[in-house]
């Protein structure tokens, strides 16, 4: 009797001990460009036991252990291996006790060569939580702490990916051609989780927005309607309800300061000590490895484990989900010599993919600094190998300047957007900027301009024509209103009217929406289906004006095509001398003004109203 009992105890304790709990990447692919795979496996005392992979296609090249014995980390080869399944062996004192079955897929036909997004693309950025509810029996989940609450501005919504699916059309009939969607990974935060950023699990789109398959079958519908998925993806940190932080394979696995029980130290948010030849080492570590929240432990990227599980997730999603490119969240952030190791692995992976850093600076040469092959990072030997940044200076003076009524200033008014293009020469590839006037951190557009259409007009005339990829924030097509400072980030966030059942009204159709929203609604439909077609703005070269009187005029050219931008922010109606223009002009008569549909003679002088603006298209 005490033998059986013995022998029971012994079987029960093995196969207890022996469960594999996670293994991630959770499956993979054949015929990746980078041949090698470093698996987690995580369980109880992990790596105590031994491991082996009969299949001979697949050589182990490494396995590594930490501090922490619930890991396991083994660097695979698999030059040679073959889309199916194939069998990893654990062993204990040499029995076999566990066997776990490891799949690799076979990619999609041409998947390395995937075409990013780029400057013939228009982005519309949504918070999924505040866009629709397609589904709202995931408003709240049994394996997520925070409950839906819509009456709080700053709690879970509803909003979710099929909400995202009903609504394509929309935005494509809108002019966009992408969308960006700020995080979907779960978020299992007890409060604030809704914009997701603090994520708990990165191979796990967070259930109250669906499932996996869920974000997989988005990309699908929008690919039918020849729309591009970009992720909005996070290297800098995690939250705090990750499972891995819940028990790191490492210390150094996030960057511990040593200050309290959970090491937090908050960022000096000083971006600029990544480059300063004069910053001290104690302010640049401030910048690079304090946390960005207390809910946002900051990974160390540098902990080259680290730095690989980011890497391979990233990838994984790109060929899970047929992503079509990245925004990376507060890109500067990062360890740079590792972010930019982690971009080039993604990018050598795909090369005609597209990735935007999000790199929030007030300066054109400290932006320029994080862009692939810029000359200003190569002053002190670094190459970020991020393709695309985001042009947060155009951003700065578009918050101001048509509030600005001089008519002569050396810094007010136009003369900041004629300012901000002069720097150009700065940056690589102008046409992989981002362009902007307005996202989820910022206060409404619309808000800001005292929801005056006349204004906004004159905004996304900006925006539609310069060069460089333009950017959309959901809801200001319909001219919503919102001021974090006084309100909160709730404020900024609503919910898209008529994205809920019972919602009043519903302006996702026109007969919803009153007469002041299809105002906005149609002037931002009109100009950004204006611009899909029209490659001289996509790639076409810019001639820019001197502002006079508070008008800014500048051409986007090729040798095809010219397109003349006229914006009066002067309240009172100019008359422009066209012979200014002649060089540009040349010798075309007339032109078509893509707002009003109206033919502009170019003959002579140029009357334009106040607060207007004019796309013409000029004839041959």
């Not at 690079?288 to 080259?304: A, K, L, S």
């Not at 293009?421 to 700065?426: E, M």
């Amino acid at each position: 009797m005490k033998k059986i009992l013995y022998i029971s105890i012994l079987l029960f304790s093995i196969s207890t001990f022996s469960q594999v709990e996670k293994i991630e990447p959770p499956f993979w692919w054949s015929d990746m460009h980078n041949p090698e795979l470093q698996l987690m496996i995580y369980g109880d005392k992990i790596s105590e036991l031994s491991i082996s992979i009969s299949n001979k296609s697949v050589t182990i090249i490494a396995i590594k252990k930490t501090e922490n014995p619930n890991y396991l980390f083994i660097d695979l080869e698999l030059s040679n291996a073959k889309d199916g399944v194939f069998n990893i062996d654990f062993f204990k004192r040499k029995k076999r006790i566990y066997t776990y079955h490891y799949e690799l897929k076979q990619r999609r036909k041409n998947s390395a060569l995937r075409q990013g997004f780029d400057s013939s693309d228009a982005i519309y950025l949504i918070m999924p939580d505040r866009f629709a509810n397609g589904n709202s029996d995931n408003d709240s989940t049994d394996d997520t702490v925070e409950k839906v609450n819509r009456t709080n501005s700053s709690g879970r919504h509803g909003g979710d990916i099929q909400g995202v699916i009903d609504n394509l059309d929309y935005i494509k009939d809108l002019g966009f051609t992408a969308l960006w969607s700020t995080p979907m990974l779960e978020d299992n935060e007890p409060t604030y989780s809704y914009h997701t950023y603090a994520q708990s699990d990165f191979y796990k789109i967070d259930p109250r927005y669906g499932t996996n398959e869920d974000y997989k079958r988005l990309a699908t519908e929008m690919h039918k309607r020849e729309l591009k998925l970009i992720m909005d993806y996070v290297t800098n940190h995690w939250g705090s309800k990750h499972w891995i932080i819940q028990d790191l394979p490492t210390k150094d696995w996030i960057n511990y300061w040593g200050n309290g029980e959970k090491g937090f130290q908050r960022s000096n948010y000083r971006m600029a000590t990544q480059f300063d030849p004069n910053a001290s080492i104690e302010d640049s570590k401030a910048c690079m490895n304090g946390w960005f929240d207390t809910t946002m432990p900051d990974i160390n990227q540098t902990n080259p484990l680290v730095l690989k599980y980011i890497t391979q997730n990233a990838i994984w999603w790109i060929e899970y989900a047929n992503l079509d490119g990245l925004r990376v969240d507060t890109y500067s952030y990062n360890d740079k010599k590792a972010i930019a190791k982690w971009t080039k692995s993604i990018m050598d992976e795909y090369p005609n993919f597209n990735i935007v850093g999000e790199v929030w600076m007030h300066n054109q040469a400290q932006i320029a600094y994080w862009q692939k092959d810029s000359d200003v990072g190569k002053m002190d030997s670094f190459n970020s190998n991020l393709p695309s940044v985001i042009d947060f200076t155009l951003h700065n003076a578009i918050l101001v300047m048509f509030n600005e009524e001089p008519k002569w200033s050396w810094t007010e008014g136009m003369i900041r957007a004629y300012n901000n293009f002069t720097n150009d020469f700065l940056y690589p590839n102008i046409n992989n900027l981002l362009v902007f006037a307005g996202n989820h951190d910022t206060n409404r557009i619309n808000d800001i301009y005292g929801d005056d259409i006349n204004k906004y007009k004159l905004v996304m005339t900006l925006i539609v024509t310069v060069r460089g990829i333009p950017q959309f924030y959901y809801g200001d097509e319909i001219g919503m209103l919102g001021n974090r400072d006084k309100n909160g980030d709730g404020d900024i966030r609503k919910d898209f009217p008529g994205g809920w059942k019972d919602d009043v009204n519903n302006a996702f159709t026109n007969s919803g929406r009153t007469k002041k929203q299809n105002e906005y609604f149609n002037f931002t439909k009109k100009t950004f289906n204006w611009r899909k077609g029209k490659s001289v703005i996509h790639t076409g070269r810019t001639m820019q004006f001197i502002p006079q009187n508070n008008v800014y005029v500048f051409f986007r050219y090729n040798d095809t095509e010219r397109v003349m931008v006229v914006i009066n922010n002067n309240p009172e109606a100019q008359e422009l001398e066209l012979s200014r223009f002649k060089e540009i002009i040349k010798n075309s008569k007339t032109g078509k003004d893509i707002i009003s549909d109206k033919i502009i003679s170019l003959e002579d002088k140029l009357k334009v109203e106040g607060k207007t603006s004019l796309i013409i298209e000029l004839n041959n």
